[in-house]
């Protein structure tokens, strides 16, 4: 079964008069334990794509399915439980707080949740991208790469069935990008996630099972 399933997916913004129809018409699926690149030029529906993956935006037409669940119909606040619980998002600039320690930022998205006690897996996890001598340090004490290691080990502490990557090696040199590339390949067959990075780096081909190139709102 697919991890995240969209169905002749539309999604048309409106513009003033104007309507643009950024996607026009969608098939995509990921799998578990499969790592795909979204290529195309600026403008041609990337972000949007990502967005409704992410269940952060809903189709215009079409459907997206979760699991094998169709979500398209439901609210926003299922939307939001079902993106916490099976979605992790890594993003260029790495979104960490400044002021937390690396293990506290991982923790970060359990904080509010009653009666969840996630250290154990953050310090797991941060360990096992290889940070496990770095658990108290603040962002300003560590290099790019370590900490898009620490987004990338936030992003898993809930146990997500779909990693969505925007730009993720986007402010990396190629080497840390190839030791970022290294632990996505670990983590897809580890955690036996479905992997899906937005990228303009051609080094992710290299590491990819599928490249999906999408051009004026359509997949080649
Ligand atoms: P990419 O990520 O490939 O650069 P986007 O998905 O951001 O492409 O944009 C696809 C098209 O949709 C572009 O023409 C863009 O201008 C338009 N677009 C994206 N978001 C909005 C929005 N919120 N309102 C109006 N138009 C948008």
């Known amino acids: 079964m697919s991890a995240i399933e969209l169905h002749n997916a539309v999604k ?10 950024a996607l026009k ?5 990921a799998g578990p334990g499969e790592m795909l690149v979204i290529i195309g030029p600026s403008g041609s529906g990337k972000s949007t794509l990502l967005n409704l993956i992410g269940l952060l935006d809903k189709p215009t037409e079409g459907t997206v399915s979760l699991n094998g669940d169709d979500v398209t119909g439901w609210s926003e606040g299922k939307l939001t439980k079902a993106r916490k619980s099976s979605i992790g998002f890594v993003f260029q600039d790495f979104h960490l707080l400044p002021m937390l320690t690396a293990v506290e930022n991982v923790e970060l998205p359990t904080m509010w949740d009653p009666g969840v006690d996630r250290h154990d897996r953050a310090v797991d996890l941060l ?4 940070l496990g001598d770095r658990l108290d340090h603040t ?3 560590l290099s790019g790469g370590q900490r898009q290691r620490v987004a990338i080990a936030r992003s898993l502490i809930n146990e997500p069935d779909i990693l969505l990557a925007d730009e993720p090696t986007g402010n990396l040199d190629q080497d840390t990008a190839r030791d970022i590339l290294d632990e996505f390949t670990r983590i897809k067959d580890d955690e036996d996630v479905a992997i899906v990075a937005v990228t303009h780096d051609q080094i992710f081909t290299e590491y990819t099972d599928r490249t999906i190139e999408i051009v004026d709102g359509v997949i080649q």
């Open 139 to 141: 962002p300003d004490q």
């Open 12 to 21: 048309e913004y409106q513009n003033g008069d104007e309507v643009i129809r």
């Open 25 to 29: 018409g969608v098939d995509f699926s």
């Open 127 to 130: 360990k096992r991208v290889g």
